[in-house]
């Protein structure tokens, strides 16, 4: 490895660069010291590169376990391309030297005459040039070389520079004090996630986590971690994960195991699979284990090794994947009985006894896997599902019962599904597939099959056969199972037209339900059944929920689909901003992944269209493979939204085709409505009104197959403008009014605006200045991209009417919003309007708004700083390390025009104010 690719060691380096460097007039003795694995022997590397740069002779030596027992073998490695030189010494101590390498026939030498030997021969070597030893591996070296090298070190005069590399082990001591220290530390997370990223560019955050988490930044660990990560599964168990280290690093971390007594073999295991450091509680359990009294003198041996340390109250391992190593060392039976005796004198903690009993036997127990099952819950209150699911999986091992194993895989799975790992879903699934099941498990089988990639049947019979389960399971007592049907009932719903008997029946399932109870889950289901009858009803439960006080990251993003569904935009964003702070916090990435897609749509609408596209980029991440394919086909529609409005036509129609041509879209019109008005704005933009017309009357047209009941409130507005470039006004306004029955029945807001805007646009000349003054003052006004539209076309209208100075201010307010959205086709209009009216755009007005100022990466971290988090948790917020959040932020000061972080959450309040009125 060359030296500038080793991270975080510029210091140490420099340090041994300058020793080498200035060899010609001093000498030095630098002794490095480490752990394993921490780039002792990758230091010793470069020196001796540098050495040969230089053209300096160079001697490099390094310590074996084979060869530790044999005197001045260490020496002889180090001599032998020397040894001819002997010649030149006197005899006594050339005999010495050669009898210590076995070379004559007189007895082992004097290690002071042999020591003395060594010191002339070096000083001969280095008179001509200044001279590079290397000592590697210290520790392992005979005991006879390692007095040696001390006593040279001690008279190492100008010319020669020693560097010896060693773990730091008692045996140091013996080298005395002829060298100086250098001590190699862990990386910091910087550093490590550095490195990480350069070895494995392609591992995904988590996953990189787990990994940085492991290594705790020793090097190696991080190398062969990052080739083979280990399952996340075990994060977060009561018990330490096993984890398969390859052979380098069980090496590395427990190299020396064997040299252990039985007692402290027998410790160093209960203590590496104890789930609590507790002295007594390992001792005990030691004692437990081998039949005798046991004290805390069996884990010195252990400690010697550098393995552990502990005191009266705990034992700290060395590094954490000593543990893994030493448990990886040993057979599974002596595992299990570390884990029973742990099981067995563990008296404080249900939850400890429980695993250490799990994983104490191999044989079926229902009481344990009972006992185990029971802990789920509370795991996964503390959001530690990964917990969770191992204990279930462990459970159905033990379980005497198939529909017991099968019940319990299951759940595992479910667990699994709620993390965003479909690789153990699909692993679960298909040991639950062996199972038998009882028939309620085989219906959440195929629902959670269903939601990890599974095509979904969306025809009326279905919908009826889920919402008769639905009600078994209520008359049954399965109540959070009744809403799951009626949930993924309601979603066939909303992905396709079902006929009405159908629809009926699924709206009295979710009356009934809403009736039971008022959870965010049951709102979400009667305002997707029926966000038209129960749309105010809705939004008047979503007002009295107060999301500051909900740490369920699910409730609210059931709430947020609830409020979206019925179109309050507005309250869908204030839930959804903080469902995801809280289902990234807790890592549940399967229910971020759908909330992810659920922003993207929001803040289309909203008019924060980089996050919108952020969004859709990280659901991209998550979810390869792992989401519905009708998710997919969703996250598809909407960047191909995102794009067409952007002006991306090409990408977008790509993204169109992708999407009409998705298993999703062969059972569900509402994809294909997508697609279509996707193709209405591309018509815009390339002015074919005509075009967009055509394409978007089929989304309203219910005989046709691009018809959706829903997504036409989203083509309303460019329907309109269509309409008014063609001339078809009159047959617009009609199709209006039919929707407007609907927005006054379902109160939603965003729908009310669309039509309030399309009225407007279509509006003859002596109405619709009133139109578009109600427009402006309605709620879903206050929607960045819904208000710049509006100004657009009253200043337009204005214009048309020639109060020009009039129009000035709302197409400068509109095109500011514009240009920053890179609403490209709206934008240019808004100017030509502005140029028009003979007020070209003042320089500088567009460059007002944060995100003209700051790249997409530098508005989020500012804006999670304006919210008063930390470094630290802004970067596991974007996963990202603290340092490059500090660089971001380092950045942004000067651009807002700032110097403290304190500053910044008014700044931006400014800037969005400024942007947003002008
Ligand atoms: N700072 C670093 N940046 C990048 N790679 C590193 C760094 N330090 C070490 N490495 C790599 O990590 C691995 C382990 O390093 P090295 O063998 O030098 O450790 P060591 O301290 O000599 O360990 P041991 O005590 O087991 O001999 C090597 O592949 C090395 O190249
Ligand atoms: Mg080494």
Redesign the pocket.
């Known amino acids: ?1 060359r030296t500038h ?5 510029d210091r140490v380096l420099a340090d041994l660069f300058e020793a080498v460097s200035a060899a010609g007039e001093r000498g030095d003795a630098i002794l490095l010291v ?1 752990e ?8 010793l590397t470069a020196v001796a590169a540098l050495a040969q740069d230089a053209g300096y002779p160079l001697l490099r030596t390094v310590g074996s376990e084979a060869e530790r027992q044999l005197p001045f073998a260490g020496l002889h490695r180090l001599l032998r391309p020397i040894l001819a030189s002997t010649a030149t010494l006197p005899d006594v101590q050339r005999r010495a030297l050669l009898d210590a390498f076995g070379m004559h026939d007189g007895a082992a030498g004097d290690r002071f005459v042999v020591s003395i030997a060594t010191v002339n021969l070096l000083s001969q070597m280095s008179a001509r040039h200044p001279l590079v030893i290397i000592a590697d ?1 210290v520790q392992w070296l005979d005991e006879q070389t390692r007095h040696v090298l001390a006593f040279v070190a001690r008279r190492l005069g100008t010319r020669v520079v020693f560097v010896a ?1 060693a ?1 730091s082990l008692p045996q140091l001591r013996e080298l005395g004090d002829g060298f100086r220290e250098l001590r ?1 530390n862990r ?1 910091d997370v910087a550093e490590a996630h550095r ?1 990480l990223t350069r070895l494995a560019p392609g591992l995904d955050p988590g996953q990189r986590q787990a990994v940085a988490d492991l290594a705790r930044g020793n ?2 660990a991080l ?1 062969e971690l990052a080739a083979a990560p280990p399952t996340l599964t075990t994060k977060d168990c009561p018990i330490p994960a096993r984890i398969s280290l390859s052979p380098q690093l069980e090496r ?1 971390f427990a190299g020396r195991h064997h040299e252990l007594p039985q007692s402290g073999r027998d410790v160093l295991l209960v203590a590496a699979v104890a789930s609590d450091a507790s002295l007594p509680e390992i001792l005990a359990a030691t004692a437990r284990m081998s039949g005798g009294r046991v004290g805390p003198e069996v884990l010195e041996p252990a400690q010697q090794l550098g393995l552990l340390s502990f005191d009266e109250n705990q034992v700290i391992f060395s590094h954490p994947l000593v543990k893994a190593a030493v448990v990886q060392k040993e057979s599974i039976s002596r595992r299990q009985s570390a884990h029973r005796a742990l099981g067995a004198v563990i008296t404080v903690s249900s939850l400890r006894r429980a695993w250490h009993r799990a994983f104490g036997t191999s044989s079926y127990d229902d009481v344990i896997a009972a006992e185990l099952e029971a802990t789920t819950a509370a795991s996964i209150k503390s959001g530690r599902a990964g917990a969770a699911i191992l204990a279930l999986e462990r459970a159905a091992q033990l379980s005497v019962s198939p529909a017991e194993r099968g019940r319990r895989l299951l759940l595992a799975a479910r667990q699994a599904a709620r993390l965003g790992r479909p690789d153990e879903v699909d692993r679960l699934l298909q040991g639950v597939v062996n199972s038998e099941l009882s028939e309620f498990d085989r219906v959440r089988a195929e629902l959670l099959h269903e939601n990890v990639g599974g095509v979904v049947i969306t025809d009326s019979l279905r919908v009826t056969h889920l919402c008769a389960l639905a009600r078994r399971a209520t008359a049954e007592g399965e109540r959070s199972l009744a809403v799951e049907l009626a949930d993924a009932a309601v979603r066939r719903r909303c992905a396709a037209p079902v006929e009405a008997p159908a629809l009926a029946d699924m709206i009295s399932l979710a009356q009934g339900l809403w009736r039971g109870s008022s959870e965010a889950r049951c709102v979400a289901v009667l305002a997707l059944a029926d966000p038209v009858a129960h749309g105010r009803e809705v939004i008047s439960a979503l007002e009295a929920v107060d999301e500051r006080g909900i740490t369920d990251g699910e409730e609210l993003s059931a709430y947020a689909v609830a409020a979206r569904a019925v179109g309050d935009y507005t309250a869908a964003v204030r839930f959804l901003d903080r469902a995801e702070v809280l289902l990234r916090e807790r890592g549940l990435l399967g229910p971020l992944a759908r909330a992810l897609c659920v922003v993207a749509d929001l803040q289309l609408e909203v008019g924060d269209w980089d996050r919108a596209a952020a969004a859709l980029a990280e659901f991209a991440r998550l979810s390869v493979a792992s989401m519905s394919v009708s998710h997919r086909a969703a996250a598809m529609a909407t960047t191909a939204k995102i794009a067409a409005l952007r002006g991306e036509t090409a990408a977008a129609l790509e993204l169109v085709s992708d999407t009409e041509h998705s298993p999703a879209a062969r059972s569900g019109s509402r994809y294909l409505a997508r697609a279509q008005i996707v193709r209405g704005i591309v018509g815009i933009s390339a002015d074919k009104h005509g075009e967009t017309y055509a394409a978007l009357r089929r989304v309203f047209d219910p005989m046709d197959p691009s018809h959706h009941f829903r997504e036409q409130f989203d083509a309303v507005s460019y329907l309109a403008e269509a309409a008014a470039h063609t001339g078809q006004q009159a047959q617009a306004r009609k199709m209006l009014d039919d929707l407007q029955l609907v927005a006054d029945r379902s109160g939603s807001p965003l729908l009310q605006m669309h039509l309030a805007y399309g009225r407007a646009v279509l509006a003859s000349d002596d109405t619709a200045e009133k139109l578009f003054l109600a427009c402006l003052a309605s709620e879903a006004a206050s929607l960045p991209w819904q208000r710049a539209r509006v100004q657009l076309a009253y200043g337009r209208w204005l214009r048309r009417q020639q109060r020009v100075s009039q129009s000035r201010e709302p197409l400068r307010s509109a095109l500011t919003t514009l240009q920053r959205l890179g609403a490209v086709k709206w934008a240019a209009e808004a100017l030509d309007e502005l140029e028009a009216s003979g007020a070209a755009d003042e320089p500088g007005s567009n460059t007002g708004s944060p995100h003209s100022l700051l790249s997409v990466q530098e508005s989020k971290v500012a804006r999670l700083a304006s919210q008063g988090m930390s470094n630290r948790e802004i970067g596991q917020q974007l996963y990202i390390s603290p340092r490059t959040v500090s660089s971001h932020l380092y950045r942004i000061f000067p651009k807002l025009g700032i110097s403290t972080r304190g500053q910044i959450a008014a700044r931006l309040d400014e800037l969005y104010l400024h942007s947003d009125s002008r």
């Open positions: 490895m690719e080793l991270v975080g060691r480490g394993a694995g921490i780039g002792k022997t990758a230091c591996d590399a773990t190699l990386l490195l090097p190696l190398i590395a």
